[in-house]
């Protein structure tokens, strides 16, 4: 993929600020998929901030403001605490930072299940808030009127079923989801119905793999997998996992990077400069003329 913006300065009422590139969209995100194959998979991964979705962008289909953001940033012990307020602000600050990936934001923990009605103002607050294009809520099944009654009134949604973490206290941990048949059965039945509310996309946590490829295959929709098969419509890792910013990470994680040494020695390296007052030298500091 290229990672050049184009400058594109026209404006038009579709297009009032001119913008360096044309962002991917749902529909593109949506149809990358056709009759069950999905030719380049979808790359997403998480972004918090304006600064990390700089970096990531070129890279990414999608970014997710995820609600892993409790965990990431905010040192929370679960997802539940997250609230609007958190979603709106990092939200705003990814789609900030980004010119081509769609930005996707998490629905926290209690601010779309009581009802549809309740899911649109929720929904439609998010991305009136933080321009973001679509929002991803967890639960199958349970949840599909309110996914079509979203998506009938303009808001994309992406599902998300298997290890569903908003519901921890319900399965008991972060265990693999799929292992017996009724498990299994459910998880299909929950990604079926999403597709059928109109979900443009699924994402597929933490499910023992041959589920994972059964799901893809049921569905037409694109699967995003994390924990779940290479065989999945595509991948998504919470960015700082990926990149080594924690010790222990789950098994489904790969760390392509050791970012947390990197900082830690790096910290060091100015505290011990402060100390021995090495730092600041003679190229950091203002003379008189
Ligand atoms: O909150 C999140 O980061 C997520 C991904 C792990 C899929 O939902």
Do not use: W
């Given at each position: 993929?290229?990672?050049?913006?184009?400058?594109?300065?026209?404006?038009?009422?579709?297009?009032?600020?001119?913008?360096?590139?044309?962002?991917?969209?749902?529909?593109?995100?949506?149809?990358?998929?056709?009759?069950?194959?999905?030719?380049?998979?979808?790359?997403?991964?998480?972004?918090?901030?304006a600064?990390?979705?700089?970096?990531?962008?070129?890279?990414?289909?999608?970014?997710?403001?995820?609600?892993?953001?409790?965990?990431?940033i905010?040192?929370?012990?679960?997802?539940?605490?997250?609230?609007?307020?958190?979603?709106?602000?990092?939200?705003?600050?990814?789609?900030?930072?980004?010119?081509?990936?769609?930005?996707?934001?998490?629905m926290?923990?209690?601010?779309?299940?009581?009802?549809?009605?309740?899911?649109?103002?929720?929904?439609?607050?998010?991305?009136?808030?933080?321009?973001?294009?679509?929002?991803?809520?967890?639960?199958?099944?349970?949840?599909?009127?309110?996914?079509?009654?979203?998506?009938?009134?303009?808001?994309?949604?992406?599902?998300?079923?298997?290890?569903?973490?908003?519901?921890?206290?319900?399965?008991?941990?972060?265990?693999?989801?799929?292992?017996?048949?009724?498990?299994?059965?459910?998880?299909?039945?929950?990604?079926?119905?999403?597709e059928?509310?109109?979900?443009?996309?699924?994402?597929?946590?933490?499910?023992?793999?041959?589920?994972?490829?059964?799901?893809?295959?049921?569905?037409?929709?694109?699967?995003?997998?994390?924990?779940?098969?290479?065989?999945?419509?595509?991948?998504?890792?919470?960015?700082?996992?990926m990149?080594?910013?924690?010790?222990r990470?789950?098994?489904?994680?790969?760390?392509?990077?050791?970012?947390?040494?990197?900082?830690?020695?790096?910290?060091?390296?100015?505290?011990?400069?402060?100390?021995?007052?090495?730092?600041?030298?003679?190229?950091?500091?203002y003379?008189?003329?």
């Amino acid at each position: 993929m290229s990672t050049t913006f184009k400058l594109d300065t026209s404006t038009s009422r579709a297009n009032p600020t001119p913008q360096p590139m044309r962002r991917l969209t749902v529909p593109k995100i949506r149809n990358r998929k056709v009759d069950g194959v999905t030719e380049e998979p979808l790359v997403m991964l998480t972004a918090y901030t304006a600064r990390q979705a700089q970096l990531l962008d070129p890279h990414c289909d999608l970014l997710l403001v995820g609600d892993s953001l409790g965990q990431v940033i905010y040192g929370l012990p679960s997802t539940i605490p997250v609230t609007m307020e958190m979603m709106t602000n990092h939200a705003a600050a990814v789609v900030r930072g980004s010119y081509h990936s769609v930005v996707v934001v998490d629905m926290p923990f209690g601010s779309y299940e009581t009802s549809p009605e309740d899911a649109f103002d929720s929904a439609a607050r998010l991305l009136k808030e933080s321009g973001a294009a679509a929002v991803k809520l967890e639960g199958g099944e349970a949840m599909a009127e309110t996914v079509e009654f979203l998506v009938k009134r303009g808001i994309p949604v992406m599902g998300h079923v298997g290890l569903t973490p908003q519901a921890v206290n319900v399965l008991g941990g972060y265990g693999a989801r799929g292992r017996s048949d009724a498990e299994a059965e459910k998880i299909l039945g929950d990604a079926k119905a999403l597709e059928q509310a109109g979900a443009f996309a699924i994402v597929v946590e933490g499910v023992i793999e041959p589920i994972a490829i059964s799901v893809t295959m049921a569905v037409e929709c694109p699967t995003i997998g994390i924990g779940a098969s290479a065989r999945c419509d595509g991948q998504v890792l919470v960015s700082d996992d990926m990149l080594g910013m924690f010790d222990r990470v789950p098994r489904f994680v790969k760390r392509y990077e050791d970012l947390a040494t990197t900082i830690s020695e790096t910290a060091a390296k100015y505290a011990a400069e402060v100390r021995d007052r090495s730092f600041p030298g003679p190229d950091q500091l203002y003379q008189p003329k």
